[in-house]
Nanobody
Framework: QVQLVESGGGLVQAGGSLRLSCAAS????????MAWYRQAPGKEREFVAR????????NYADSVKGRFSISRDNAKNAVYLQMTSLKPEDTAIYYC???????WGQGTQVTVSS
């Protein structure tokens, strides 16, 4: 059983940057693709980014492409989301996910002020 804990959220001004971390425990995540999702108030949870198990391939939602970067460190059993040029519409709770196991963290709040 994999447990996921997100951190790194906070309040930032538009144009600023944040780096989210997802720490996994329980078992190694090195064999799993990993993903980030987000859910804004009153909206459905939406896909943000995904990275393959070996970190070779990534893909992003159109809304964050060119601004966000997903990475991983399998030695640390962790996944990251570097967010730059943040916009107010990026405000949401951000969740780490193991797609193949439908495993979710508790989320970390990101608030971008205009």
């Amino acid at each position: 059983q994999v447990q996921l804990v997100e951190s790194g959220g906070g309040l930032v001004q538009a144009g600023g940057s944040l780096r989210l971390s997802c720490a996994a425990s329980g078992r190694a995540i090195s064999i799993y693709d990993m993903a980030w999702y987000r859910q804004a108030p009153g909206k459905e949870r939406e896909f943000v980014a995904r990275i393959t198990w070996n970190g070779v391939s990534t893909n992003y939602a159109d809304s964050v492409k060119g601004r966000f970067s997903i990475s991983r460190d399998n030695a640390k059993n962790a996944v990251y989301l570097q967010m730059t040029s943040l916009k107010p519409e990026d405000t949401a709770i951000y969740y780490c996910n193991v797609p193949s196991r439908n495993t979710w963290g508790q989320g970390t709040q990101v608030t971008v002020s205009s």
